[in-house]
């Protein structure tokens, strides 16, 4: 099938790459040329493992192009999938302004038939909206459709082609043989429904995921006062498969560009309907409060934070990407900066995004984990990445100037930590302190 994707952000940029992939032929739009200008010489805009790989083998089989010329694009194609960003506004509703700006261009630039499909995160009734742009904008037919996205950062190439399930939302049924046809390269998995359910399974599925996270958040804070380790209480409900084991580790918080983003969402829909979301509210409550327990933690070992050297493990918010969005490090970094604690951050890939967002006199800017570890009064772990997860522990007690190490993330077992000297502080697990060894005389 011949597909043109209206943007090149991360659900554009690999959805775009993964149906070229599966042997259609693709053109990426995005009014950037500097940007697309790269695009075009193999160097990908987003840190996604795979990504450029994937790129430079559909750009030499001619499956795959990126331009700046949207009309081109469209009147190349007969599906056009919408992928551009709707970030939250201040009252939490998302902003329509970019899906709108797309929809009139494309309407603009058809010369036949079309098949419009929004897979951007939108409210509910969006996709009407979209049709009734399009009719002031252009004298063709054409079809609009929901296909809402569920990639995950970081793993996004195989969310893309492995998927779970594919959501369909349509209203001409006559639709439902091609777009199925084209989606059951990537899995047999596909649910056809209402246009207005697609778009609120999409909100409907995160604001549940997120709940999962600030309910086991939540059991932690209470495993913390009763002596439990919220590990294998974890454990014990996943087993059970009316819960599952996904979304169910505690820890600071979940960030990122999609769960703050659709819950503040879905709470402005029901609020739009006079429907108060309480439950989903009390979810958002949780995370923002959850990633503080990292300072409180601090202060519990360290007292005042003034003047401490405190080593941070990770900026971004999940390990394999490069997004800082909402990433619970930006709220951490800025409130140890108020109580003036001097920092010595370190992060595999997000280092420069972070520094764009945020940089101080009294942030160290480190080059590996062990540099930001040296000297520091105390370490905090806020990204699970496999570098953290290997790195050597026995080290710290003889580099740190007090051997603290606070695991916002619960990456370590008792058993890494034992004999380590390490004073250890995870997330509704039993601390671990240990006599502090003598560093050595050098």
């Not at 950037?32 to 795979?50: A, C, M, T």
Request: charged share 25%; proline share 4%; glycine share 8%.
């Amino acid at each position: 099938m011949k597909i043109a994707v209206i943007g090149t952000g991360y659900v554009g940029l690999v959805s775009g790459v993964c149906f070229a992939e599966k042997g259609n032929h693709v053109i990426c739009v995005d009014q950037d040329k500097q940007k697309v200008e790269k695009l075009q010489n193999r160097i990908s805009p987003i840190f996604e493992p795979g990504i450029e790989e994937l790129m430079d083998r559909n750009l030499k089989a001619d499956r795959l192009a990126f331009t700046s010329d949207l009309t081109q694009a469209v009147q190349q194609s007969e599906l056009i999938i919408i992928a551009v960003g709707t970030p939250s506004l201040p009252n939490g509703e998302a902003d329509l302004q970019y899906i709108e700006q797309a929809v009139i261009q494309i309407g603009q630039a058809m010369n036949g038939h079309k098949i419009i499909a929004t897979k951007s995160t939108v409210p509910v009734g969006t996709n009407e909206h979209i049709q009734m742009i399009l009719a002031m904008n252009t004298m063709e037919t054409y079809d609009v459709v929901s296909i809402p996205e569920f990639l995950r950062e970081g793993s996004a190439i195989q969310d893309t082609l492995h998927p779970d399930r594919i959501v369909i939302g349509l209203d001409n049924l006559e639709l439902t043989e091609t777009l199925t046809e084209l989606h059951r390269a990537f899995t047999d998995q596909i649910f056809v429904t209402s246009i207005r359910s697609a778009e609120m399974i999409k909100y409907a599925s995160n604001a549940f995921l997120a709940t999962k996270i600030s309910f086991i958040n939540e059991i932690s804070n209470i495993c913390e006062k009763v002596g439990a380790d919220v590990t294998e209480v974890a454990k014990g409900m996943g087993q059970d498969r009316r819960i599952g084991a996904s979304f169910l580790n505690a820890g600071i918080g979940y960030g990122g560009s999609c769960f703050p983003k659709d819950t503040d969402a879905l709470i402005q829909i029901a609020g739009n309907v006079d429907y108060e979301f309480q439950l989903l509210k009390s979810v958002v409550e949780v995370n923002k409060s959850q990633r503080y327990k990292v300072i409180t933690k601090l202060e519990g070992s360290l007292g005042r934070l003034s003047g401490k050297v405190i080593g941070i493990w990770g900026l971004s918010f999940k390990p394999n990407t490069d997004d800082i969005r909402y990433a619970p490090s930006i709220e951490i970094v800025e409130t140890l900066l108020k109580a003036g604690a001097r920092l010595k951050l370190y992060d595999p890939i997000a280092m420069d995004k972070f520094r764009d967002h945020i940089d101080h006199p009294a942030i160290q800017w480190c080059e590996s984990a062990l540099e930001a570890a040296t000297g520091a009064d105390a370490l905090c772990l806020l990204t699970d990445w496999d570098e953290f997860k290997a790195a050597p522990l026995s080290q710290l007690v003889f580099i740190m100037e007090q051997p603290i190490l606070i695991d916002g993330r619960n990456v370590y077992s008792r058993e890494q930590i034992e004999g380590t000297g390490i004073h250890y502080y995870s997330v509704g697990r039993p601390d671990q302190k240990h006599p502090t060894r003598h560093k050595a005389v050098v």
